[in-house]
């Protein structure tokens, strides 16, 4: 169970690395309006990716026998493509906006819950979550076979994304006068440089699984 609980904070915290679309609204929502404005946007990813992972387990408990049969292919696939996204983040700028030009406001019950549908909408949207997290299923061997174990996986992933976006959240709060938006572009060069690390790992794998 524990074991299960691991990988699934694993895959939580990976889906949830900050460079895509929800973390360009989450951070300066988190510099402007502060951290319980950008986290009810990282909460509502957190939602998505949980809805994402029980499809991904359900769907492996059903091609079970097809992953297994094709894990080399699959972990390669996933890891060329894993890869190129760590790549394109290192090399292209992306425009984070600058703090200002988001409009400040005081966070309302009803604003919270807008940030939630926000950051769910965002996520929701970007089908490459669930071909994500299939993949990071298969590279770490989750357990597709017991519901127990399954259900531990699937929470696992939960409580990754969600703390995931609690630390980003408290970082940037608590240390909002430091931050420059070139750190922040750095932030993002080093996430893609995790990016890669894993996706090369994925790949190093399947050559192991082919010999």
């Given at each position: 169970m524990l074991l299960g609980l691991i990988k699934g904070l694993i895959v939580g915290l990976v889906v949830s690395i900050p460079v895509g679309p929800l973390g360009l609204l989450c951070i300066p929502r988190t510099l402007v309006l502060g951290r319980r404005a950008g986290l009810a946007v990282g909460l509502g990813g957190t939602v998505s990716d949980t809805l994402y992972a029980a499809l991904a387990l359900f769907a492996l408990s059903f091609i079970r026998s097809f992953v297994q049969a094709n894990e080399a292919w699959i972990l390669l696939a996933g890891g060329a493509i894993i890869s190129f996204s760590g790549i394109r983040l290192l090399v292209t700028r992306h425009p984070?906006?600058?703090?200002?030009?988001?409009?400040?406001?005081?966070?309302?019950?009803?604003?919270?819950?807008?940030?939630?549908?926000?950051?769910?909408?965002?996520s929701v949207t970007n089908p490459g979550t669930l071909v994500c997290m299939l993949w990071l299923f298969t590279f770490l061997r989750v357990d597709t076979v017991h519901p127990a174990?399954?259900?531990?996986?699937?929470?696992?992933?939960?409580?990754?994304?969600?703390?995931?976006?609690?630390?980003?959240?408290?970082?940037?709060?608590t240390f909002k006068d430091r931050i420059t938006m070139g750190q922040l572009q750095i932030l993002t060069k080093v996430c893609g440089a995790a990016i890669l690390v894993i996706g090369l790992a994925s790949a190093a794998k399947s050559i192991l699984l082919f010999l």
């Open positions: 984070i906006r600058h703090p200002e030009t988001v409009r400040s406001k005081a966070v309302s019950n009803a604003r919270a819950a807008e940030g939630v549908l926000n950051g769910f909408l965002i174990a399954m259900l531990t996986e699937w929470a696992g992933t939960a409580l990754g994304s969600a703390a995931t976006w609690t630390f980003i959240t408290w970082i940037i709060s």
